[in-house]
Every structure is written in structure tokens, then in C-alpha cells.
């Protein structure tokens, strides 16, 4: 995790804590990341909300109880954050338009909503960027990448690049990447949760117990993302360390190589980025 250094990022409105919106949440109220006032957070339930009553930091207001939640939250704000489903982008940004001010930045962290159909909602003035994180930023270890919109400037992508970055690294790319960068780091974790997974099953068929093979593959897993980190070398040559010649490891990447995974990883990532053109098509 970075913290935002020493100027201070403005007034944050969030809208939505759900599994996202808490992380994004935690990596604002962490040690050493400087606001502009309390963060503005809107919960759907009464109940959610009171779970910030003792945070001086956070003010929470639940859009069960109070119908002006959100468009209470974002008066004022500097960088206001959309972290609800996809399909409640537009409706909400329809809600709240009325109270964004000019300079203002409005950041969606949903999948296949387009800057130029959230342009069209916001007045004049209002910039508007994409955030795709991913849920490794749930432990500050995240990779977001940012889009700015055609309204964006390079300050405002700044802005929006340090709130991300209290959650973990991030990429600025154009708009026209984004569901590539989705294909790959967004659902990236999917991928290798599901590598751990038939690692584990081929464990168990093995001979393993379910409680034996989990330990290994998790613990194999984990252990060698923690040394890639680490180590700062590149993937292929931590691979090579392993892969002595004409040994074990060898006889099993052969065989993994010849199985087209690099097909499969293009088939694969080409699906996930069609599916993104889908959704945003409606």
C-alpha cells in the first residue's frame, strides 16, 4: 500500500461499501493518507450505517432511512466514488448530478459502464474516470487501472491515481484498454484461485488427503507469489531457478507447455474482454 503523501486528497464521497467499497474505504482511512474532512460513505441499510458511529473520520448516512443520502454525501466532495452494481450507475448518477460541483471528479468502479455514457449525466465541469481494482486491494495489494474520460484532465487522473494507490499499485491507461486491463488483472484473481483449485484436486487424485493437498497447493501458491514479490525478478527466470536440467520440474513444464497454454490464456482473457463489450452494450 502507498500512502497519498503529503498534500492532502479533497473531501471523498462513497457510495456503496459493499466488498469494493470497503476496501476502497480502508485504504482512505489508513495510516499516513491525509483528507480534506471526513469521508462521506452512504450504506443502503440503517444498520450498516451504524457501524461508523464511533469514526470521526467517516460520516455514514443509510439511503434506507434518509432519501437524500447520497445526494447529501456528495455535496461539496472533491472525488466521489460510484461503487454500486453495473446497472445502478446511471440511475444513481441521474440522482446526484444536481449536487456535483464544477472541478469535481466522479470515478465508477463498474465494469462496462462507458466515461462518454456517464458524461452525458454529469453537468459541465464534472470530470469522469473509471477505476477497475481488483480484490487483492481488499489486503492493500490490489492492481487498479484508471481511465479518464474524454473531460478528465491529467490532474484529475493524479487525484484518482492517489486514492487508488492506498489500496495498491495502478496503471492509467486509455479508455480504449480498460477491458483488456479487466481481462487481466481485474479478473486475474479468478484465474489463479482456479489453478489453486485443480492443483489441490490433482493433489487429492495423487493419493493426498483433501486437508494435505489444500496445505500444498495453497501454501506452494501463496508462498511463490510472495517470493515473486520479493525477489523483484521476472516470472520466467524464477521458473528457471526451479527447473533444473533434464530433472523433475523440466518433465512437468514440458508437459504443461505442450498443453497450448498460451492459447488458452488468449482464449480465455479474448472471452472476458467480449463479455466486458457486452455488458457495456446493454
Known sequence: MHTSGTEALPR???????????????????????LDGPIAVTTRTAASAAGYDDADDVEAVASETDPEANRRAVRGAGVVILAVKPWAIHELLREIAGELVPGSVVVSVAAGVTTAGMEELVPAGVAVVRAMPNTPSLIGRGVTGI????????????????????????????????DALSAVSGSGPAYLFFFAEQFTAAAIRLGFSEEEARMMAEGTVTGAAELMARSGADPAELRRRVTSPNGTTERAIDVLSGAGWAETFDAALAAAIARSKELAAG
Open 12 to 34: 471523498v464521497a462513497l457510495l456503496g461499501v459493499g466488498s469494493m467499497g470497503g476496501a476502497i474505504l480502508a485504504g482512505l482511512r489508513a495510516p499516513g493518507v491525509r
Open 147 to 178: 481511465a479518464g474520460g474524454g473531460s478528465a484532465r491529467p490532474g484529475d487522473l493524479d487525484t484518482v491515481r492517489r486514492v487508488f494507490e492506498t489500496v495498491g499499485r495502478v496503471l492509467v491507461v486509455d479508455e480504449a484498454r480498460i
